[in-house]
């Protein structure tokens, strides 16, 4: 029973530099989100989805891509990085959006250098 | 002002207090409210879920919503040192507050 599953689980970037996080859920929620997480910032929103083929903007979307082309999966592009991406990434899924058990990832510690 | 607030801490407690952790949120139209806990390197878990106003209990676990305070509220009582994690309140639209982190000292 996998649940969320996120790759990789630590990575080191170069600034300018493009990477992928990975993410796949096997419950068949329609909806999944990233989130990063910061010290004294909890989890902020970064991009997500109500199923195969819709995204949308969170609340820190700048610098970050998304696609939905599957219900299982949920990849998140960082285009060029940045040293303020250096964070904590958590996918997570649910069944809808609102009023529901949200289940996460395990995390994914990203450094940009 | 962010539509939902949470006192960060840390919070240290001995082994056996009460611990009381608080949100408070601004969209008077949240209904469902929940904490979640995320141990140290790992994703958060849901542990309450309440809807609407009122009390829920789960064992030492008691959360509290009062909604024309915009004010929510998870006790934990005779406190463990396996509590100490951080304690992340989360409205229906999946905002959440910036944690609180607790350590509960044998």
């Known amino acids: 029973n996998a649940g969320v599953t996120q790759t990789p689980k630590f990575q080191v970037l170069k600034t300018g530099q493009s990477m992928t996080l990975q993410c796949a859920q096997d419950m068949n929620h329609e909806y999944m989100s990233w989130y990063r997480q910061d010290p004294g910032m909890g989890l902020r929103l970064i991009h997500y989805s109500v199923g195969a083929g819709i995204t949308d903007q969170g609340e820190v979307p700048n610098g970050y891509n998304v696609s939905r082309s599957t219900t299982e999966d949920f990849p998140l592009r960082l285009l060029s990085a940045a040293p303020s991406q250096t964070s904590v990434y958590f996918c997570a899924s649910s069944y809808a959006r609102s009023g529901n058990t949200i289940y996460f990832g395990e995390g994914s510690w990203l450094t940009v250098v | 002002q962010k539509e939902v607030e949470q006192d960060p801490g840390p919070l240290s407690v001995p082994e056996g207090a009460i611990v009381s952790l608080n949100c408070t949120y601004s969209?008077?139209?949240?209904?469902?409210f929940m904490w979640y806990r995320q141990y140290s390197r790992k994703g958060p878990e849901l542990l309450m879920y309440t809807y609407s106003s009122g009390n829920k209990e789960d064992g030492r676990f008691t959360a509290q919503v009062d909604k024309s305070s915009k004010y929510i509220s998870l006790f934990i009582r005779d406190s463990q040192p396996s509590d100490s994690a951080t304690y992340l309140c989360?409205?229906?639209?999946?905002?959440f507050g910036a944690g609180t982190r607790l350590t509960v000292k044998p």
């Open positions: 989360a409205m229906d639209d999946m905002r």
């Open positions: 969209n008077s139209a949240f209904q469902y």
